[in-house]
């Protein structure tokens, strides 16, 4: 038997965490291990941050575009955040995963919720926390220098930390990153270990019979 028969479905992976956790890192790196993994670019209405480019890091559109995707059912998911909102755009991550590809979410807990509804099966989720609540304090502070924020604005994002985190038993999996190393490898284990999964393979009965008929 032709072993390109066996064939996968594309799964969904699915990266939540409190802002500060790592999850940005973690998510660069899988991307730049797996040269197959795509990344859903989400549309957003918040503003651009300096280095963000339209069309690779989001779509940046406003709110009237952004209620028009949603009335047109261009979008898998959406959830104000941060008094913004955000969402999935459709098309790209559908094409992506009947090709076979596998595609990779940076979203919320809220969007996590309702890919749960449509697509649990090719979903895959995890959670990254931070090692302890003085790290998490310590990133935010620090990305706070380089981003300006007021000490209002870093206080702000630690309330919306904790509750953020408090949705991490909805998820398969739990990431705490102590060390980002350390933290990639595990993303990359869980990665692996789905890709296996029997129930995500198509033509593995055919190529089994062809083992056996084989003896
Ligand atoms: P930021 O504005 O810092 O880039 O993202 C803020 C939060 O919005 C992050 O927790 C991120 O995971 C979430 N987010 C980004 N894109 C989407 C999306 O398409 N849908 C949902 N539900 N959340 C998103």
Known sequence: MDLSKLKRRGLMFVLSSPSGAGKTTITRALMENNPDLTASISATTRTQRGG?????????????AFTKMIDNGELLEYAKVFDNYYGTPRGPVEEALSAGQDVVFDIDWQGTQQLEEIARDDLVTIFILPPSHAELEKRLRKRAIDTHETEMQIRSRMEKASSEMSHYSEYDYVIINKDIESSIAKAQTILDAERMKRKRLTGTSEFVRGLMGGL
């Open 52 to 64: 963000e480019l339209n069309g690779k890091h989001y779509y940046f559109v406003d709110i009237p």
